[in-house]
C-alpha cells in the first residue's frame, strides 16, 4: 500500500522558514520522482517543485525559486522541502506527491498535506 505522509507544517512569521518532510512507503522511492504542491483557501493547487530519481535534478515554481529546495533521502525514503524568506503568500496546506512536472496530472499518489500559516 503506497502511503505518502507529510510533516513540519506549522505557523511562522514572516521572513521565517520551516522544512517539510514527506515520508514514503509501499513503492521503491529511489526510483522515483516526488513533487510538492500547495492549495490556499479558495485557490487552486499549484505546483511548487519536484526532484527526479537519480541525478535528482530539480523544478520549481517562479514564486519560490531561490527560497525553497526540494531535496531527498533515499536511505530514508523522505523527500524534504526547505522553505526559507516565507511571506504571507506561501499559506496553504502543502502536500507531496509521486511524479514530476507541473501538472498536478502527473502524479498519482498524494499525501493528506501539512499546513503552514505564515503571519505578516
Known amino acids: 500500500q503506497v502511503q505518502l505522509v507529510e510533516s513540519g507544517g506549522g505557523l511562522v512569521q514572516a521572513g521565517g522558514s520551516l522544512r517539510l518532510s514527506c515520508a514514503t512507503s509501499g513503492f521503491t522511492f529511489d526510483i522515483n520522482n516526488m513533487g510538492w504542491f500547495r492549495q490556499a483557501p479558495g485557490k487552486a493547487r499549484e505546483f511548487v517543485s519536484c526532484i527526479t530519481r537519480g541525478s535528482g535534478s530539480t523544478m520549481y515554481a517562479d514564486s519560490v525559486k531561490g527560497r525553497f529546495t526540494i531535496s531527498r533521502d533515499n536511505a530514508k525514503n523522505t523527500v524534504y522541502l526547505q522553505m526559507n524568506s516565507l511571506n504571507p503568500e506561501d499559506t496553504g496546506l502543502y502536500y507531496c506527491?509521486?511524479?514530476?512536472?507541473?501538472?498536478?496530472?502527473?502524479?498519482?499518489?498524494w499525501g493528506q498535506g501539512t499546513q503552514v500559516t505564515v503571519s505578516s
Open positions: 506527491a509521486r511524479g514530476y512536472g507541473r501538472s498536478w496530472a502527473h502524479y498519482d499518489y
